[in-house]
């Protein structure tokens, strides 16, 4: 089983403690980053962009955060995706069911899905053994 | 050669010559020889040779048989049986086979109760005869032309009172031939009802020394009542007096019953009709037009119908008028073309214009229809107008729908997302097995519920400021309201040695809520104070100014701006936060627009990143 790196782009310290957990207990889980904002999360991947073992497989992007938000975050990453010599999956983790959010992430290519919080550990699992 | 007695009429060469001068021919008869002597001016008039001698075997071939040849022997029968003298006239074929008209006065010689002789005298009266013929057969023509168009012909000599009727004028009034006329016999005919008229356009055309056309309704005898037309002009003397008055007077009794029916007619159409000839003058309008004008059908007959239209529409009448009588036809004009009319009293009626032709004998003129589309343009402006308010309502209950989607957006983010995470944490904590794991987790739900309780207030208290908006509005002077604010953040002044400044003297003071201003200058001063470039000491500058009658306040900073490109439409949400500031709620600029919004203000923002924000306010 490949050792997957995973970022959580969360405002939401209560989110961040309670997936963190869940994260925590799936054996191929290699690194856990959090971020509170989409402007943290990019300017450690800028850092390190040319330090594969640095950045992503699979990132939990939360839409409502202050500073840069999910969307904002996935226009800079997508321009920065081709530069990355790394495969990243990005899931979209909102509270919100507003069905213009859903429309929007579903536009985007780059998005595998749209996940509606609170995240079922299980679910979290199945994901990650997909990816591995 | 026999002597004739008429040789001896007198002293020969006067009578002779006299007689040949006056072309008058001679004959004598002596009955008893039946000898006949033609003068020579007689065989001149019957176009014989010299040497013809007449005898009365050859008289009748004088005269084509019947008429004239049976009354030739007659006469001349009776001269010699009863002694009668005779004066004829008496178509005459001559030698050559010509007609001629001529006078035959006979005289017989009586002697002893017996005729001896008949003298005579010929005179050719073909010219006279001729001109008479003509005359009557002319004066037969013009009767006929007076009758067939009821028309008669008068002179009214105005000093004598003396007035001449042609035949057909007498027809034309029922009286016999004749009877004499003068003007107080003409009234006594008249239609009672018309007389006063009648005896006031005489006068009037006298003074004015012109006639004018007009009409006037006589009654026969039997009762019967007819309407004639004069025309008419006035002769003058030298001395510029009118002294005669000459004209026709027609019966148009069935024309002006056609007009009646006509009028019958136009007056029952709906609208009002106005018929004007080519020059745009006006022959006839209806009764609806009169309502609509308020004029009377006499004071607009004859005036050319710019009376009717409003100076700045005659370019626009014109043009119309020049395409129709191109090509006349029934032409309605453009409904949008805000055509008007004015009436007598100046006021203006909006009006949809259509033009027909009409034919008649008078040559082209055009019937203009209006339909006045006062209630139309009315019912317009009312359906633009509910047309309006319906937009405003559909603005407005955007603006509600936008305010509901707002709410739906933060129940749904706002709210679920701390109950989510309360799911999470319940879950964790049941797997989990350590205990200080498990104190943590309970930490984390008790702040989770303080964080819920806080967010549910804020929403409770958002819903009160749009319904409260109304009540207590009160005189807030800017100053104090300021002042207050500045009590309220002493510390945090104090703590980032921000200066600020202030200029109220355009618009010192407001009518607002007055719980709603402070938590405005609260919120916004505040913000600023947050939100400063750090080692930069806050300048905040609060300005008020009127702009179209309407309080607009500023709060302008030098903090760290905000990208409203990239967050301008999450400015005023509900928990929208633009910093990682630790007490960045993001309720502050929410309640704030809350607030404005449900006094019916605005506000906006200008900011630029790392130099500073300004709030806009409309009151």
């Given amino acids: 089983m490949k050792p997957i790196n995973v970022f959580v782009i969360d405002d939401d310290e209560i989110y961040q403690f309670t997936i963190g957990v869940i994260l925590k207990s799936i054996p191929n889980v290699n690194s856990i980053q959090m971020f509170g904002d989409g402007a943290e999360a990019l300017e450690h991947i800028l850092t390190h962009k040319n330090v594969e073992s640095e950045l992503p497989d699979i990132v939990f992007l939360d839409i409502n955060m202050p500073v840069m938000d999910g969307f904002q975050f996935m ?31 579903d536009r985007i290519e780059e998005i595998s899905d749209y996940l509606v919080k609170p995240l079922k550990s299980t679910h979290i699992k199945e994901i990650l053994l997909e990816i591995s | 050669m026999k002597n004739w007695d008429i040789e001896d009429f007198g002293p020969e060469s006067l009578l002779k010559k006299t007689i040949k001068l006056a072309k008058i021919g001679i004959y004598e008869l002596d009955v008893a020889s039946n000898e006949i002597y033609w003068s020579d001016v007689t065989k001149q008039i019957t176009e014989v040779a010299e040497d013809f001698v007449p005898t009365l075997e050859n008289l009748p071939s004088f005269f084509n048989e019947g008429h004239y040849r049976d009354i030739a022997r007659d006469a001349m029968n009776n001269a010699i049986t009863k002694g009668e003298p005779y004066d004829l006239d008496l178509e005459v074929l001559t030698a050559k086979g010509n007609i001629r008209y001529v006078r035959n006065v006979g005289h017989p010689k009586m002697e002893n109760g017996i005729c001896v002789k008949i003298f005579g005298f010929l005179q050719d009266i ?34 004598a009172d003396n007035i001449i009727w042609s035949d ?52 026969h005898e039997d009762g019967s009542v007819r309407t004639v037309e004069l025309i008419g002009e006035l002769i003058m003397n030298q001395y510029g007096d009118v002294v005669k008055m000459i004209g026709t007077t027609q019966d148009i009794t069935e024309h002006r019953m056609s007009e009646i029916k006509f009028r019958g007619l136009l007056d029952s159409a709906p609208d009002t009709m106005v018929i004007v000839d080519r020059k745009g003058i006006i022959q006839l309008i209806n009764k609806q037009a009169e309502k609509m004008f308020g004029y009377k059908s006499s004071e607009l007959v004859d005036e050319h119908v710019t009376v009717l239209v409003p100076n700045r529409l005659w370019d626009t009448m014109e043009y119309y008028a020049e395409t129709f009588f191109k090509t006349p036809k029934h032409t309605g004009l453009p409904a949008d073309l805000d055509f008007f009319v004015h009436n007598k009293s100046g006021f203006q009626i909006p009006v949809q214009v259509t033009l027909s032709p009409l034919e008649t004998t008078e040559g082209l003129l055009v019937s203009i229809a209006l339909r006045d589309i006062t209630v139309q343009k009315q019912a317009a402006h009312r359906i633009l107008e509910t047309n309006k308010s319906l937009k405003e309502s559909a603005k407005r209950l955007k603006a509600q729908n936008r305010q509901l989607e707002e709410f739906n957006q933060i129940t749904s983010h706002n709210l679920r997302s701390p109950v989510s995470n309360l799911n999470a944490l319940l879950d964790i904590y049941k797997t989990e097995t350590d205990s200080g794991t498990k104190e943590m987790i309970i930490d984390k739900i008790s702040s989770v519920t303080k964080h819920l309780t806080w967010t549910l207030d804020t929403l409770v208290e958002s819903l009160l400021i749009k319904k409260n908006a109304q009540q207590s509005l009160e005189k ?100 929208k936060v633009f910093h990682r500031n630790k007490d960045a709620k993001g309720v502050g600029l929410f309640l704030t627009k809350a607030q404005v919004d449900a006094m019916g203000g605005k506000i906006w923002a200008k900011s630029e990143e790392g130099k500073g924000t300004s709030f806009f306010i409309n009151l």
Avoid at chain 2, 183 to 189: I, L, Q, T, W, Y
């Fill in chain 2, 476 to 575: 807030n002077h800017f100053d104090k309201v300021l002042l207050r604010t500045k009590e309220m953040l002493a510390a945090e002044i104090i703590k980032t040695e921000a200066t600020i400044t202030y200029d109220f003297s355009e618009a010192p003071t407001v009518m607002y809520n007055k719980v709603y201003l402070e938590s405005i200058f609260l919120n916004l001063v505040s913000n600023s104070l947050k939100y400063k470039v750090e080692g930069r000491p806050p300048e905040i500058f609060v300005q008020s100014k009127i702009k179209e009658g309407i309080v607009l306040l500023e709060f302008r900073d030098n903090g760290s701006g905000i990208n409203l490109k990239k967050n301008g439409h999450k400015l005023f949400g509900f928990s």
């Fill in chain 2, 126 to 159: 073909t010219d006279r005869k001729r001109t008479k013929l003509e005359l009557t057969k002319k004066n037969q023509q013009l009767n006929l032309a007076e009758q067939l168009s009821q028309i008669g012909y008068w002179e009214w000599d105005i000093m």
């Fill in chain 1, 75 to 105: 226009d800079e990453f997508i321009e920065l995706l081709p530069k990355l010599n790394k495969s990243t999956k990005v899931y979209m983790v909102s509270s919100s069911m507003d069905p213009k959010d859903i429309k929007k992430a």
């Fill in chain 2, 168 to 219: 057909n004028l007498y027809r034309i009034f029922g009286l016999e031939a004749g009877t004499p006329i003068h003007f107080e016999r003409v009234v006594e005919a008249i239609h009672p009802d018309d007389r006063k008229t009648f005896r006031e356009n005489a006068q009037k055309f006298i003074d004015e020394k012109r006639f004018r056309k007009f009409m006037h309704r006589i009654t």
